[in-house]
């Protein structure tokens, strides 16, 4: 979705559930330049990829760790480990 600036001042309030509710970028166009209005946990999400994509040793483990999942290859089932219990500082350390 694609709207201009003026249109955005006038419904901002809406736009900004819109992208929260439905996870959808909206262009906001304008004569100084465009911007984009994501919700911010998508900003984050689109950040921490972008860090973990940065390297291109990590890249290619992730790629190939996708790949494995996908072909059911080399995956586990693993417990979560809750970090605030007394044994997580234990498990953190092996």
Do not use: Q
Request: charge should be negative; proline fraction near 4%.
């Amino acid at each position: 979705m694609s709207i201009t600036a003026s249109e955005a001042r006038k419904a901002l309030f809406p736009l900004i559930k819109k992208v929260n509710d439905n996870h959808e970028a909206i262009e906001i166009v304008s004569k100084h330049g465009n911007a984009v209005l994501v919700s911010a946990e998508d900003y984050a999400a689109l950040r921490e990829g972008s860090y973990l994509l940065r390297s291109p040793a990590n890249a290619r483990r992730l790629l190939k760790a996708y790949e494995n999942a996908l072909a059911h290859i080399d995956v586990s089932e693993r417990e979560l480990i809750d970090p605030d219990s007394p044994d997580a500082a234990r498990e953190g350390a092996a």
